[in-house]
C-alpha cells in the first residue's frame, strides 16, 4: 500500500515543466490523501502556468508514476505556485519565440457552422489535406474542444511528442495536426469552463512545435458562437472564415448568427460550404435533395459572399491498411470538389 511519504517521493522526482526545478524542490505537492480501500491516490500540485499544454504532459507523467508504483486510481488537481516561488526561479522560464500568433506568413482560416451535424469537422479535415495536396504547409487545429472528433476522422493513431519545451503536431497526409484528443485519456468527457478553454486554445499556438512557417492554419471550431470562437476572435482578429451548412432553410438560418458574429468582429468571410447538398444514385444518376435546397446560397447572399462547392452525399473509399473514415482520395469526386475548394480559397487570398 502507498505511503503519503513514498507518493511525495515519486510525484516530487518529476519535473515542473516551465521552471525546470523537480517538484519536491519547488515544494509544489500541496496535498495528499490516500483512501486505502480503494487503492486511490489524488494529489494538489502547483504549478507555473495553469491550463497549459504542457500541465496536461505533467498530469500524464503524474498518473503513469503513481500506478507504476501501484495505486490503482489517481486523481489530480493542479493550482498556481506562489508569486514569490516564481520569482524566485523566474530565469529558469526559456524565453519567448515569435508567436505563431504574430506570424505574417501565416494565414488562419477557422471552419465555423451555426449548429452541430453539419459536417464541419469533415469539411475541416478534407479542406486541409485539400490544401497540403496543393503543396500548401498545413496545420489543423482541432478546436472543438468539448467534441474533438479530428484525430478519428483522419486515422491518427499516434500521440504528440515533447521536445524539449514544444509539443511536436502529429503529421498525417501533408497536415500537421494538433487536437485536445490527444491529451484526454480514454475519450474522457471535458468538464472545463470558458477560461480554462481559453488557455488550452493558446496553448496549441503558443506551445505547439510548428515547424516552418505554415502557409495555412485551420481551426475546426465548436458550432455555435460559444467561448471558443470568441477566443478566437479576440486572439486572431485577422482570422478569415467559411461557414458550412446544409441546404436546410434551419441550418441555413442557424449559420447565418457564425456568419454575422464574424463580421462583427470584421473578420472576412470567404465563403460558404453547402455540405450533404443532394444525394446521387450511383445506378440512375438521379439527383435527389434530401434536405431541401438553397439554403447555401441564401446563406451567402445574406453574409455577402459566395459558395465556395456543394458537397453531395457520400462515402469515402475506405482502406483498410491505411484507415482513415472520413478522408476522401484525390481522384473520388467528393476530393475533386474538395480541390476545386481549396484552388478558390488560395486564389481569394492571393487577390
Known amino acids: 500500500m502507498l505511503t503519503e511519504a513514498r507518493v511525495r517521493e515519486v510525484v516530487g522526482s518529476l519535473k515542473e515543466p516551465f521552471l525546470h526545478k523537480t517538484l519536491a524542490e519547488l515544494d509544489a505537492i500541496e496535498e495528499v490523501k490516500i483512501k ?16 497549459s499544454a504542457e500541465q496536461l504532459q505533467l498530469q500524464t507523467q503524474i498518473v503513469n508514476a503513481l500506478k507504476g508504483a501501484g495505486a490503482a486510481t489517481v486523481g489530480i488537481r ?21 508567436s505563431l500568433l504574430h506570424s505574417e506568413k501565416t494565414t488562419f482560416i477557422a471552419i465555423a457552422s451555426g449548429k452541430g451535424g453539419v459536417g464541419k469537422s469533415t469539411v475541416s479535415v478534407n479542406l486541409a489535406v485539400a490544401l497540403a495536396r496543393l503543396g500548401k504547409k498545413v496545420g489543423l487545429i482541432d478546436a472543438d474542444i468539448y467534441g474533438f472528433s479530428v484525430p478519428d476522422m483522419m486515422g491518427i493513431t499516434k500521440r504528440p511528442v515533447v521536445r524539449g ?38 496553448s496549441f499556438f503558443q506551445e505547439v512545435e510548428w515547424g516552418d512557417q505554415l502557409d495555412y492554419l485551420l481551426l475546426d471550431l465548436p458550432p455555435g ?47 460558404v460550404i453547402e455540405n450533404m447538398a443532394y444525394f446521387e444514385s450511383k445506378l440512375t444518376g438521379e439527383k435527389e435533395y434530401v434536405f431541401g435546397r438553397g439554403g447555401g446560397d441564401k446563406l451567402a447572399e445574406e ?13 469515402p473509399d475506405w482502406n483498410e491498411d491505411d484507415f482513415a473514415p472520413s478522408i476522401y482520395q484525390k481522384d473520388h469526386r467528393l476530393g475533386k470538389i474538395y480541390t476545386e475548394i481549396a484552388e478558390k480559397v488560395v486564389n481569394r487570398l492571393a487577390q
Open 78 to 98: 493542479f493550482g498556481q505556485l506562489p508569486e514569490e516561488v516564481l520569482a524566485a526561479h523566474r530565469n529558469n522560464e526559456p524565453q519567448k519565440e515569435k
Open 303 to 315: 453574409l455577402h459572399t459566395e459558395v465556395l462547392g456543394r458537397l453531395p452525399l457520400d462515402q
Open 36 to 51: 486505502e480501500e480503494k487503492n486511490h491516490v489524488s494529489v494538489k500540485v502547483q504549478v507555473a502556468r495553469t491550463g
Open 165 to 202: 519545451e514544444k509539443i511536436i503536431p502529429v503529421e498525417r497526409f501533408g497536415v500537421q495536426v494538433i487536437s485536445m484528443g490527444f491529451f484526454v485519456e480514454d475519450n474522457a468527457p471535458i468538464i472545463w469552463r470558458g477560461p480554462m478553454l481559453g488557455k488550452m486554445l493558446n
Open 225 to 271: 458562437t460559444g467561448d471558443v470562437a470568441l477566443d478566437v476572435h479576440t486572439m486572431l482578429p485577422h482570422c478569415k472564415e467559411i461557414i458550412v451548412t446544409t441546404p436546410h432553410p434551419t441550418a441555413a438560418f442557424v449559420a447565418a448568427r457564425a456568419g454575422a458574429m464574424a463580421l462583427r468582429t470584421e473578420h472576412e468571410v470567404l465563403g
